[in-house]
């Protein structure tokens, strides 16, 4: 097989780009960066919000060749920055719609890249979400709202024109290649980096409750979607999967965690969470179980100790 990935000097989009090729696999990766982590696979730098228009075996000015399938990851990434410049989330759109007009005319399958942020916070405790209780209504930022267009735009070439697609809600994946600070700003890395330099960490909001998801767990489970939507299982063609762990564990956890790894004592500051942020995610993982066959092996307590020996063992 061979596949288009964008954004492929991100963090999923390496890991995934790394997997495939290992698998046997042909990767070809679009970004707007050179991949800093990574050479397993050729990067071809383009700005994928510009208007030029995908055509056969071209996107966002690139020849690519011919694809058997696109995993569109490209994004502006991070949460609150989209708040503060609501217009990153237009050019997220925009992405989204240069990449299905790829899959369109080069008629191949597409997996979008959606995320958690979609159900703002319908989650409530003792109760995972899934993934119908989306709503747009409940949309927490301009970077949600412009997740579910995207959604939407795909379910729309579905119908229009027959384009099989599937959505992937990605949930707090951490875990490899994902500790540039300056960057990501992921939130294990910036307590890493507080903890270890014995600044004091900030958490926004005591009882923030998320499901973060290993990296190897988010990968095993968008490979999976991708051979079954390129085979055309009806399971996976049009459907929209939750993959996380399908476990809860507060922010403040995270940062004991970290301490108690590194062994020291965090100097924890609680602040209320910021606007458009989520306060409760769990995931319901039972329709990624059933259709991908998707079973996450690492839990918190086990991916976030290993994240951090590994970078201790870089200095970082
Ligand atoms: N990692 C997570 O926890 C998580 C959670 C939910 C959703 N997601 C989604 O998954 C996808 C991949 O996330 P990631 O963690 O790998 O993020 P990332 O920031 O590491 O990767 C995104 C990549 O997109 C590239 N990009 C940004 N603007 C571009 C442009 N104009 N043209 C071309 N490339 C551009 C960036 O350079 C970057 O390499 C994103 O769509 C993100 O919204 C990720």
Known sequence: MRVLITGSSGQIGTNLGITLVSGGHEVVGIDVR???WSHAFPTHLADLTTDSHPGVGVLGGVEVGTVDAIVHLAAH???HALVERPRGALE???MV????EFARMNAVPV???SSREVYGNLGRRDNPVSEAEADFRSSPSPYAAMKLAGEALA?????CYGLPYAIIRFSNVYGRYDDDLLRLERAIWVFNDRIRSGKPVTVFGAEKTLDFTYIDDAIDGLVRCLHRLVDGDPEVTASTFNLAHGTGHSLLGVVNLIAATRNLTPDIRVEPSRPGEVTWYVADITRAQAALGYLPRTPVTTGVPRAIVEAMARGS
């Open 34 to 36: 050179p991949n800093t």
């Open 77 to 79: 990434a991070k949460v």
């Open 92 to 94: 997220n759109h925009a």
């Open 97 to 100: 719609t240069n990449a299905l």
């Open 111 to 113: 997996i979008l890249a």
């Open 155 to 159: 379910s729309s070439y579905f119908r």
